[in-house]
């Protein structure tokens, strides 16, 4: 990080996460949370990421289904280059085919001429995405979830990642982290308003998936995918069962189950494969919240959110 880069992050605001053992801070920029290690590559993307029109943006916040997003991008836009066989998908965790713009920006623009797909991943906000990708019209893909799953994916996520007990990241310290916004990329809410603000000015531009919606409804949200990403399916290919083939190649129980993901780890990375990869289960939060803290999200959800009409 070069000095002044570093000079600049100590000056922002700081929180010790106290539940995590104090083995993580987070540092706040433009109005999120986030990893020192985050925010420098966040900052590196907003100066240097050129976003080309035939970009595809994967756009999320943590532990909202970005693995099942990326998967069922990849997917889709390389089904030509690749029998079902024969897919990366099988043999790598897909975070590892998706660039990610806050890690991998360099490697990104240094690709730019070799590589066909146009897929990027971030976690950034909205108003915090480098200015080239509102400039160059490309389009978005949002992805939200159900705000109890959230806290409960992203508790289990960090707690794992620090290699802590659950008796030694006492829930309720997340929770109430959480509520006060500092998560990662939080609060949550915002970064789910800045999305619906924009995807409302550009409806064109920006497409908002729930993740609860494409568990439910898989066929027609892939579909629904496939064609704002500009590579929809032909009448042949659904006859075919294309579409239900992807659907099957990016379920929770295939990926999950697969050698690459259940005991790999990437090259040169810290975390292991298996932690994207839980229970991927709607309504886990009964098993962890009390009656008070899911009144206290609700009514926080409802004063935050409510006027959008999204249900969370
Ligand atoms: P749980 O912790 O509730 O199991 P992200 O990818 O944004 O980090 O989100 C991770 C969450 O998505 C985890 O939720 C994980 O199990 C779930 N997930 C991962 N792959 C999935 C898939 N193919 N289908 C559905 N959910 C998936």
């Given at each position: 990080?070069?000095s002044?880069?570093e000079?600049?992050?100590?000056?922002?605001?700081?929180?010790?996460?106290?539940?995590?053992?104090?083995?993580?801070?987070?540092?706040?920029?433009q109005?999120?949370w986030?990893s020192?290690?985050?925010?420098?590559?966040?900052?590196?993307?907003?100066?240097?990421?050129?976003?080309?029109?035939?970009?595809?943006?994967?756009?999320?916040?943590?532990?909202?289904?970005t693995?099942?997003?990326?998967?069922l991008?990849?997917?889709i836009?390389t089904?030509?280059?690749?029998?079902?066989?024969?897919?990366?998908?099988?043999?790598?965790?897909?975070?590892?085919?998706?660039?990610?713009?806050?890690?991998?920006?360099?490697?990104?623009?240094?690709?730019?001429?070799?590589?066909?797909?146009?897929l990027?991943?971030?976690?950034?906000p909205?108003?915090?995405?480098?200015?080239?990708v509102?400039a160059?019209?490309?389009?978005?893909?949002?992805?939200?979830r159900?705000?109890?799953?959230?806290?409960v994916?992203?508790?289990h996520?960090?707690?794992?990642?620090?290699?802590?007990?659950?008796?030694?990241?006492?829930f309720?310290?997340?929770?109430?982290?959480?509520?006060?916004?500092?998560?990662?990329?939080?609060?949550?809410?915002?970064?789910?308003?800045?999305?619906?603000?924009?995807?409302?000015?550009?409806?064109?531009?920006?497409?908002?998936?729930?993740?609860?919606?494409?568990?439910?409804?898989?066929?027609?949200?892939?579909?629904?995918?496939?064609?704002?990403?500009?590579?929809?399916?032909?009448?042949?290919?659904?006859?075919?069962g294309?579409?239900?083939?992807?659907?099957?190649?990016?379920?929770?129980?295939?990926?999950?189950?697969?050698?690459?993901?259940?005991?790999?780890?990437?090259?040169g990375?810290?975390?292991?494969?298996r932690?994207?990869y839980?229970?991927?289960?709607?309504?886990?939060?009964?098993?962890?919240?009390?009656?008070?803290?899911?009144?206290k999200?609700?009514?926080?959800?409802?004063?935050?959110?409510?006027?959008?009409?999204l249900v969370?």
């Amino acid at each position: 990080m070069s000095s002044s880069m570093e000079e600049v992050v100590e000056t922002l605001p700081q929180h010790t996460c106290s539940w995590l053992k104090g083995k993580i801070t987070m540092h706040k920029y433009q109005d999120f949370w986030t990893s020192k290690q985050l925010l420098v590559g966040g900052i590196l993307a907003q100066q240097s990421f050129k976003a080309e029109p035939s970009d595809v943006l994967l756009c999320s916040a943590p532990k909202t289904g970005t693995t099942w997003l990326k998967s069922l991008a990849f997917a889709i836009v390389t089904r030509e280059k690749y029998d079902e066989s024969a897919t990366p998908l099988l043999t790598k965790l897909v975070h590892e085919c998706v660039p990610f713009l806050e890690r991998q920006v360099e490697e990104i623009e240094g690709n730019r001429k070799n590589s066909s797909l146009p897929l990027v991943a971030t976690h950034l906000p909205y108003a915090s995405l480098p200015n080239s990708v509102a400039a160059s019209n490309c389009k978005i893909v949002y992805i939200y979830r159900n705000i109890k799953d959230v806290i409960v994916s992203n508790y289990h996520f960090r707690r794992e990642a620090m290699k802590l007990s659950m008796e030694d990241a006492p829930f309720e310290e997340a929770f109430e982290e959480f509520c006060q916004g500092i998560s990662s990329y939080g609060p949550y809410w915002d970064h789910i308003l800045g999305y619906w603000k924009a995807s409302l000015e550009t409806p064109e531009r920006i497409l908002f998936l729930k993740y609860e919606d494409l568990k439910r409804k898989p066929t027609s949200n892939v579909k629904r995918l496939a064609e704002f990403i500009g590579h929809p399916f032909s009448v042949n290919e659904e006859k075919a069962g294309v579409v239900d083939n992807i659907i099957k190649l990016c379920s929770f129980e295939n990926l999950s189950n697969l050698e690459v993901n259940k005991t790999g780890k990437p090259e040169g990375g810290s975390l292991e494969n298996r932690l994207y990869y839980r229970k991927a289960e709607d309504g886990d939060w009964k098993n962890y919240f009390t009656d008070e803290m899911k009144e206290k999200i609700d009514k926080l959800t409802d004063e935050k959110l409510g006027h959008t009409g999204l249900v969370l």
